[in-house]
């Protein structure tokens, strides 16, 4: 890899894992791929990301391949496009299959950033020209569901990153686990992600992965008042080259069209509160999450659609 780029991969590993500007790690930044750091779906970006152990849809593909077990119907889509800070967009879609004991996902994701300057070694007051940065992934995931208490999961995930002329190719693993402690009302659900070969960029640097680990919990109350019912979670999250995270997230939808959604980021030094809304009509919906950042790193909006049936 060019010497030039190095930097720049450093800068966008540290917007992405939330150290940019203020008490960096010392590992920041040491990891590649770190577009695998951010979360999927709007409903759950509203929530803080505690999808690891809230997601009952399509994007349960990303964030916890056991967790498929708790889809509703027997086939699910989700599609999410997010405006990120710095002009990057990042688009991606998911597929499960409900079979008997079993679940299948298919996944895609594709994060692009705005055009970049190119200078040579020497500042100039114009570029010499400008380039994008790719990330891409494709995947699929498979759990099994013994009873309606268990349920395991696992994803595979093909990498790919090109910068200016550098290109690097990559594999990725994950793991999930799922236990219904108190069916339905409780669940606990743990994580390993990003598990796989180290990235071999042109110039022979190798990097790790954002290798993960998260442990969570979840609770949705046996009751509703007036047809509003709610739902709330708890994650805590630990990637080799960063901090500890504790994520809290719920939501409250009302006669199933309408839902309401916040959460809170500790431990994470550009996100703090999130907030954002559902709105459902038959099998369709549509999520919106507000992603306010720290430091002048100005605000993601992210908009998902879903589908069940």
Request: proline fraction near 4%; hydrophobic fraction near 45%; glycine fraction near 10%.
């Amino acid at each position: 890899m060019r010497p030039a780029l190095i930097p720049l991969l450093i800068v966008v590993s540290a917007l992405i894992s939330g150290t940019a500007g203020a008490d960096i790690p010392g590992r920041a930044g040491t990891t590649a791929m770190a577009f695998l750091k951010i979360g999927a779906g709007a409903r759950y970006a509203a929530m803080a990301d505690v999808g690891a152990a809230l997601a009952d849809d399509a994007y349960a593909v990303f964030w916890n391949p056991a967790r498929l077990s708790e889809m509703y119907g027997s086939q699910a889509l989700g599609f999410q496009h997010h405006v990120w800070i710095a002009g990057i967009t990042l688009d991606e879609a998911y597929y499960a299959y409900r079979w008997r004991k079993h679940r299948l996902g298919l996944s895609a994701r594709l994060l692009a950033t705005d055009d970049i300057p190119l200078r040579g070694d020497l500042p100039t007051e114009e570029p010499i020209a400008y380039f994008r940065a790719y990330n891409f992934f494709g995947g699929a995931s498979y759990a099994f569901v013994p009873d309606r208490h268990l349920s395991l999961g696992f994803s595979y995930r093909r990498l790919y990153e090109k910068i200016y002329l550098d290109a690097a190719y990559g594999h990725s693993l994950q793991a999930g686990l799922n236990l219904n402690l108190i069916d339905p009302d409780v669940s606990l659900s743990a994580t390993a992600d990003n598990f796989g070969t180290r990235i071999h960029y042109r110039a022979a640097y190798y990097h790790k992965q954002p290798t993960a680990f998260s442990v969570g919990t979840s609770w949705r109350p046996g009751w509703s008042y007036r047809q509003i019912g709610a739902c709330l979670a708890a994650v805590a999250v630990r990637a080799i080259d960063d901090r500890w995270q504790w994520r809290l997230g719920g939501e409250i939808k009302w006669r199933g069209l309408l839902t309401l959604r916040a959460g809170y980021k500790a431990g994470h030094s550009t996100e703090g509160l999130a907030a954002g809304l559902g709105l459902a009509w038959r099998r369709w919906q549509a999520d919106y999450a507000f992603v306010p950042h720290r430091y002048d790193l100005g605000t993601s909006h992210r908009i998902s659609l879903s589908l069940g049936f």
